[in-house]
């Protein structure tokens, strides 16, 4: 029998607030443990929420963006566990009454575009952070996370494959930045998913039993997790088996998964409309500003690359990743008009340069016009495609122009037809035997001696002046 998986996507995504969803604590990531906390966020009695009005703006741009609908009324609702990260022993969430649902997002697929349902998108705030020790039997609790904005978006069971729910999640977290309003960090939790994975037999609608997969910190963990998973669920229904309804957390060292607890319900929650907050009411005006200060996302700025600066697609999909990677090519484009040029640019010696490193495009030493400055020079010939790399890493670790560093280094491009002339009459003489083997019919020696001579001229030599003259020199040597 072939079956299918059936999967959905729960993510939580931090919101870019200064302050706490229900209090003024700072969500500020890397302080003392329990030094960002209050009265408020560890549930001491008397203390009252209140809502941080930025989250709900941020809840409403990220709607809007997933092409949901906005509900006029929403509610929040107490989620009641214990668990000993959560003090109050409930988390404030939403529940009947989401801010938005029912929205749609388009995902890029290798076999085209898969439009991913969005059942609903609501707001909650997060909870600790227990910090198990390696040594000792015990754990330790950190409660700086309580009370941190969070949205969760909770997507229709509508992916098949690891590979989808991975482009999926890689499509969210990308409108989540260029919206400003979450930084995507997976390792720091910031931006997080839960699955849930089913199979059944192809093309029967009824869904299986699924299985939560938690514990997934990366886009290359959530494709491998799913896949264990779904290869799990096949195995056991194959030989007869029955699949048990539960929480398995990945083990990215082994790649597979192992069973935490029973799945909850929502009846488990028992949830109810949380006293000490009113009904939340979004005005119309609130969703006009938001339209009006959303920004042009992924999939359309990709587009445009496409038809206004001729980039192939996939060119314009790496530019279009990141908002700030995107804003550096237009700059450059800008004033050094040549878009193919600069995108390779970009995307090989400048990605290169700033993989790894923290701070990224917003501290980059090389800027957009000095960027364009060093393709001008390479363009006009005043140093060599070569020189060129090598004036690139020295920008990157000074940060100096690039018409400083070729003047300071001596780097200009020698482009004297007299003075090639002369190398290049020294290396024939000093090579008479792969001259011989290049006049009888070996001719791939060309490029023999085209590497001598800009070894001779440390890398200065014009290549293409380089060929033309060696070309004559040693036509002149058959006659």
Known sequence: MEFEAVIGLEVHAQLLTNSKAFCSCTTKFGSAPNSNTCPICLGMPGSLPVLNSKALDYTVLMALACNCRINEVSRFARKNYYYPDLPK????????????????????????????????????????????????????????????????????????????????????????VYLGICDGNMEEGSFRCDANVSIRPRGRQALGTKTELKNMNSFKNVQKGLEYEIERHTEILTDGGTIVQETRLFDPSSGSTVSMRSKEQAHDYRYFPDPDLLPLKVEPELVEK?????????????????????????????????????????????????????????MTEFMRAAKGQDSGLISSPVNPANLAKLLGMIEDGTISGKIGKTVFEEMWGTGKAPDDIVREKGLVQVSDVSELTKVIAKILADNPKEVSRYLAGKTQLLAFFVGQTMRATRGKANPQLVNEILTVELDKLKN
């Open 89 to 176: 022993n409930y988390q404030i969430s939403q529940y009947e009454l989401p801010v938005a649902e029912h929205g749609w997002l388009d995902v890029d697929l290798v076999s085209g575009t898969k439009r991913i349902g969005i059942t609903r998108i609501h707001m909650e705030e997060d909870a600790g952070k227990l910090i198990h020790d390696e040594k000792k039997s015990v754990s330790y609790v950190d409660l700086n996370r309580t009370g941190v904005p969070l949205i969760e978006i909770v997507s229709e069971p509508d992916m098949r494959t690891a590979e989808e729910a991975a482009a999926y999640l890689r499509s969210l977290r990308s409108i989540l």
């Open 290 to 346: 938001m339209k009006k200060a959303m920004p042009e996302l992924p999939r359309a700025k990709r587009d445009r690359f496409i038809k206004d600066f001729g980039i192939p697609e996939y060119d314009a999909s790496v530019l279009t990743a990141e908002r700030p990677l995107a804003q550096f090519f237009e700059d450059t484009v800008a004033i050094f008009a040549n878009p193919k040029a600069v995108s390779n640019w970009i």
